[in-house]
């Protein structure tokens, strides 16, 4: 563990960890936009494919980003480590699997309580997306943090991360509608996105065992 | 200007008499609308580029012509059931269908569902469309009003499916859970009818994913037409004898639309003429308008 550290030992230590970081960064951000591209299938036999659906989905997908940003910045002050980093897959990772085993139940209650498909879609997708969404968004902050060793660099360390991650949700917009939901269910698709993730968790703790 | 350019001139108006004069144009949520004039036929268009869709045609001076044979194979339907006193049209058009269909059958209750308000106004303000206490329209994601409507417990006797884009049909309108939603709807002898295109590996998708709702249905393909309108009564199909019947007790009300409903019941047949090793499309996994370019 990290405890008992100087600030300037967790710095050294985490510099050498850099290529890990910018891979796992890199899985996140496929991931996020995988999901949410799946998400429109996933409630369009509920709430349609109107443009209201996109509408509720993509605003979900920013709130939660924009409080996992938050939640994940904050957690960074003290003594950041690959532990608690890698904990934050492993959370995403469950916070998926409600999406394959409850979707339709919770998207039934929904579509039965609520009358208007903008409403309920964007109810549902709350339900659905929110908890994961925020969870791998808090990544992305606690990334940089893991990853700057000076503040002159710290702009720099900060575009690496984003240019990495943002190609990341590219290539997972790219590849889901290009090829995956043609080759695969999509609980098949997003079974595998938590198998991933647990995958990403599980390294990036092993990490942090092995170096402490 | 040299002969050439005056022949390629010439050439972009022969090319622009074809497509028929624009008469108005609007973007609206779900897509670029045209409506286009050639003589005098008139034509809903979803504008996608160069290859125009017509989704529907109506002629000015004989509006009762029915000009798409799509539209009038749709009519098939009645052949299983010649008196329905409910109908549901999935995707309004221009309105031709349920405007004929009002005609034909006035105190029949007709629900339309068109996903696009602009479409009902274009429907309104260029082919004669007019709603009235009968015929309904619900402006309205069609997975949407089916759900609802299966749950408030509304029964048709007769379900059109209808619904196109300027590329093909929505996808979560193509798999077997919206299939069984519909199939749900129907009411004692009921009867589905769904137009649909037979090219591309799509169809052997689409033929499959009906066969696991439906079992049995008609496969209705008439000669030098690129569309197959699927007919299917979960209640088992009739004879050749029963449709011949109903074809002839049909015909004098729909001659005046151009249908040749006596033509039909020769081309209803069950033959699966697909590759029925094809998976189905679910909720699940319906990469629908991927496959339709194969």
Known sequence: ?212 | MSRVQVLAFACLLCIGDVTGEVIHREKSLYQNIEIQQRGDDRCLVFAVRRDDRRQSCFDTENPDRVVFSYVRMTFGGLLLQPKPSSILIVGLGGGTLPTALNDLYPTAKIDVVEIDAAVVRVAEGFFNFKANDYLKVAVQDARVFIKRAARLGSRYDLVILDAFTGEYIPEHLMTREFLSETRSLLSEGGVVVANTFSSSELYDYESQTYKAVFNEFFNFKLPASGNRVIIARPAGLPDRETLEANARALAPGLNRFGVAIESFPKYLNTRADWDQTAPILTDQFSPANLLKNR
């Open chain 1, 1 to 212: 563990m990290v405890y008992g550290m100087s600030d300037e030992q967790i710095d050294t230590k985490l510099e050498r960890i850099g290529w890990l970081v910018l891979l796992l960064a890199f899985t996140s951000g496929f991931i996020i936009m995988s999901v949410e591209l799946l998400g429109g299938r996933i409630l369009a036999p509920y709430f349609g494919s109107s443009i209201y659906v996109w509408g509720s989905i993509i605003s979900i997908f920013m709130v939660a980003l924009a409080m996992g940003y938050l939640i994940g910045g904050r957690l960074s002050i003290n003594r950041p480590n690959l532990g608690l980093y890698g904990l934050f897959f492993l959370l995403a990772a469950i916070g998926l699997l409600p999406i394959v085993f409850f979707a339709d139940n919770a998207m039934d209650a929904v579509f039965s309580a609520i009358d208007d498909p903008r409403y309920g879609s964007l109810l549902a997708s709350t339900l659905l997306f929110f908890i994961p969404t925020a969870l791998l968004g808090m990544i992305a902050p606690y990334s940089v943090r893991l990853m700057v060793d000076n503040t002159r660099h710290s702009g720099q360390v900060a575009g690496g991360l984003y240019f990495v991650s943002t190609l990341g949700s590219a290539l997972g917009t790219l590849l889901t509608s290009f090829y995956l939901v043609l080759w695969f269910d999509m609980n098949t698709i997003l079974i595998t996105m938590v198998a991933v993730l647990l995958l990403a968790g599980s390294l990036a703790i092993a990490f942090n065992r092995k170096r402490s």
